[in-house]
């Protein structure tokens, strides 16, 4: 340092390039817009308190940034006696952490797997011991009476000296203060529980901004791991890691990725959570909550994660005890061994010492394992297409006529049909959706099902908002949620705590159409007719009201400037092209048209018009909207009444899903449903619901008969496919026939006439396997795979 000039100018020009000197000017900028922020917080609070306003800021300031540093402690006497003002604002995400921490280790006192009272904590770095952390401990647990033991590590006497006085007058006798260098830190012998390994006697340990905080990461480091807890809000760009390592070092916090990548290497990862400070221009800050690798005591981890992969793919599980017999009498010994995904990756990360992927941490197992940067689940930008089902599952019951033997695969969507089915108990249901945040959407439903009473799961899910989301969502719902699921909805909280919004049900891909024609009700002053629609007694009242709003929602002008778009049909309505063209094509044949007539464009949208009417009508002149069809309530009030809603929102679904082990059936794949149904056991699915899935493909391509024929291969003889489509004659039932099933069409919406209570669809359709198909043989010449039939 010697050779440095002497003065900042010399300073900057030695020590800094420019691109450094950009970066300290702006952080100069954002000091000040910090300091106005802070002295108007500062006008509201008690100035009575010395420890509160503008003061303790510049207090702070001054001992971080510009007194000398002693060599022993970088924390001393002056910063001390703000550190408890200052940290709350400055660094947040410590409340949300014990939160977490504490919704896990009740879990686990309610299993049985930890005994209350019993538990040892050790908090390193704790500082002052104030809200921070200890103490706010006990806003989620009683501290003195969850805890038989808890050590407080720290290297600043004076931190620990106002941590001392403050148990001292809490008269917390279980909290003892260590000066310590966290490194050297050991319990005391009489503290390690000898049935553990060494040095594992403490049953939680917490570290809250004492790795030097949380590091700032790119993409780029973890785009071949599959161990941590997801990548949703992770990646920092290039201005803020540069920016936000120079600050901190200002103040000797070194933002180094490796303390990061050593947490997720050494703890598998049961929560983390990627957050912002906006306090101060966006501070990324990083919760993890990790677990020891080895989930599994006596070298049973292979064991283990065998048997939960004999549940992900219907297989039977062959135990050491009994492998000979087994084997035996096992139906598939002839067939080549099926592991799903989630083994495969378990495998590879065990050989190699890795964590497992986080899923294996979870305290439950019903979501498998996925890898959420492969392109064909980030294409959906962290959104939904819809927030609830466009199905009707009073139809899918008297059609299935599910039983308690029954193993289902069904598109997950919004997860209202799965709710439906599961009552029924089947033995297994696979919940299969390639857009990851559909699977977080029925994941947070499960999650509240097993931890909210009815009250809140209705506020929720029946309202579409509840004030007290994000609480709820760290102290009760986190211990059974995925960690993926977990960072989904803790960034959108929002959907369920704004007061601006309309809650759960104006979210998702399809929330556009909704949105427009609530604006068009409003511009045309129609919402008087449309509560009005809403609260009918009867069908005759109903179909009076409802000509008013037929003049506008289906005049010829909006079907013009909307309705017959691209942009209607697929942003909005969801709907994609190849569906769309087959909406056309039922018309053209309807009519006796031909696609090369001059007008054939302007028929195509006459098309889309006829569909929508057909669609519409009958539903106000056949079901009753206020009491029965939740489905158009829902479009119109915007959350579901107690009179209207899904039969999984009743108080008697809730007792039925909230009992123990009602999700112990339940798997839900992030996946194609290939991909799923070609890793499930030969001949062990009994019903597949693929909704109108089959709309999607191209009549050109392959896709149809490739899904007809490993349907053949999943099903056992006379397992069931139901089926929708816009179409009364989808092109693809041949596929079925060709490749051993029977097809029978069970519902057709023609002019005029109802299918269901949501009459979205022209037909709905049932194929039964009637004979199988041989497995699949390669043809090495031409690399195509050929069924041959039985």
Avoid at 399 to 404: A, F, G, P, V
Avoid at 532 to 561: D, F, G, M, N, Y
Avoid at 717 to 735: H, Q, T, V
Wanted: contains cysteine.
């Amino acid at each position: 340092m010697s050779s440095l000039a002497s003065g900042p100018a010399g300073f900057l020009l030695s020590g800094f390039d420019r691109h450094y000197a950009s970066i300290a000017g702006a952080a100069f900028f954002v000091c000040a817009l910090v300091a106005v922020v802070l002295v108007v917080a500062s006008q509201k609070r008690n100035k009575v308190d010395n420890n509160s306003g503008i003061s303790v800021y510049l207090r702070f300031i001054y001992a971080s940034f510009l007194k000398p540093h002693d060599k022993g402690c970088q924390l001393t006497a002056p910063q001390a006696t703000v550190y408890d003002a200052t940290r709350k604002r400055l660094l947040r995400g410590r409340e949300d952490m014990l939160g977490l921490v504490a919704a896990q280790l009740k879990y686990k006192v309610e299993n049985k797997e930890l005994r209350k009272g019993k538990a040892i904590w050790v908090d390193i770095g704790g500082g002052t011991g104030s809200r921070y952390n200890i103490e706010a401990m006990a806003e989620f647990v009683p501290v003195p009476e969850f805890f038989s033991h808890v050590y407080l590590v720290d290297l600043s006497p004076s931190l620990l000296e106002v941590a001392r006085q403050r148990f001292e007058r809490l008269g917390w006798k279980n909290v003892t203060v260590v000066c310590q260098d966290a490194r050297a830190f050991q319990l005391p012998e009489d503290h390690i529980d000898p049935l553990k390994s060494v040095g594992a006697g403490a049953d939680l340990v917490t570290m809250s901004y004492s790795l030097s905080m949380i590091p700032v990461q790119s993409i780029v480091d973890v785009s071949s791991r599959n161990y941590i807890g997801g990548v949703f809000n992770r990646h920092v760009n290039w201005l803020g890691r540069a920016f936000w390592r120079a600050w901190f070092e200002a103040d000797r916090v070194n933002l180094d990725a490796a303390r990061r990548d050593y947490l997720e290497y050494r703890f598998g990862t049961v929560i983390s959570a990627s957050e912002r400070n906006y306090l101060l221009g966006g501070i990324p800050y990083y919760i993890f909550i990790g677990r020891q690798k080895d989930i599994y005591p006596n070298q049973a981890s292979r064991e283990a994660i065998e048997k939960l992969d004999a549940s992900f793919t219907e297989s039977p599980y062959l135990s050491p005890a009994n492998h000979r017999e087994e084997m035996n009498n096992a139906i598939i010994q002839s067939t080549q061994e099926i592991h799903s995904k989630a083994y495969e990756s378990a495998v590879v990360n065990l050989s190699a010492n890795l964590p497992l992927p986080a899923a294996f941490y979870q305290n439950h197992h019903y979501r498998i394992f996925y890898n959420d940067l492969l392109p064909k689940h980030t294409q959906f930008k962290n959104e939904y297409i819809y927030a609830f089902n466009w199905e009707d599952p009073r139809v899918d019951h008297r059609l299935l006529n599910i039983k308690r033997d029954d193993v289902i695969l069904a598109i997950t969507s919004a997860g209202d049909n799965i709710l439906d089915y599961l009552q029924k108990s089947p033995r297994r249901v696979h919940a299969v959706d390639l857009n990851p945040n559909q699977n977080h959407l029925i994941e947070l439903k499960v999650a509240s099902f097993i931890a909210l009473g009815h009250r809140d799961v209705w506020k929720i899910f029946g309202e579409g908002k509840h004030p007290e989301f994000r609480n709820l969502l760290i102290s009760r719902l986190s211990p059974h949620l995925s960690s993926q699921a977990f960072q989904y909805w803790l960034e959108h909280s929002h959907v369920f705590t704004s007061s601006s919004g309309r809650g759960l049900y104006e979210t998702g891909g399809s929330r556009h159409a909704i949105k427009m024609i609530r604006y068009i009700f409003k511009v045309f002053g129609l919402e008087g007719q449309v509560k009005k629609l809403c609260e009918a007694q009867t069908l005759a009242e109903q179909r009076q009201i409802w000509p008013r709003i037929r003049a506008v929602l289906l005049s010829k002008p909006l079907h013009w400037a909307v309705v017959s778009t691209e942009w209607f049909a697929w942003k909005a309505a969801g709907v994609p092209r190849n569906q769309r063209n087959m909406i056309v094509e039922d018309y053209f044949k309807r009519n006796g048209l031909t696609k090369d007539m001059k007008n054939a464009k302007d028929i195509s949208g006459k098309s889309i018009w006829e569909y929508v009417v057909d669609t519409l009508d009958p539903v106000v002149h056949e079901t009753m909207i206020s009491n029965d069809n939740y489905f158009y309530y829902l479009c119109l009030k915007g959350q579901f009444s107690k009179r209207c809603a899904p039969a999984y929102l009743s108080p008697q679904a809730h007792v039925k899903l909230s009992s123990p082990g009602a999700f112990d059936g339940l798997r839900i794949h992030t996946d194609e449903i290939n991909e799923v149904i070609g890793r499930i056991t030969p001949r062990s699915l009994t019903i597949a619901v693929i909704m109108d899935s089959m709309d999607w493909f191209d009549p050109e391509g392959t896709e149809a008969t490739a899904q007809a024929q490993k349907f053949n291969q999943a099903l056992k003889m006379d397992g069931r496919i139901l089926l929708r489509s816009a179409s009364i004659e989808p092109w693809y039932i041949k596929n079925f026939e060709e490749n051993g099933f029977s097809a029978r069409r069970v519902g057709a919406r023609f002019s005029g006439t109802c299918i269901d209570r949501v009459n979205m669809y022209a037909s709905t359709w049932i194929c039964t396997k009637t004979r199988e198909l041989q497995r699949p043989t390669q043809d090495r010449r031409s690399n195509s795979v050929e069924y041959l039939e039985i």
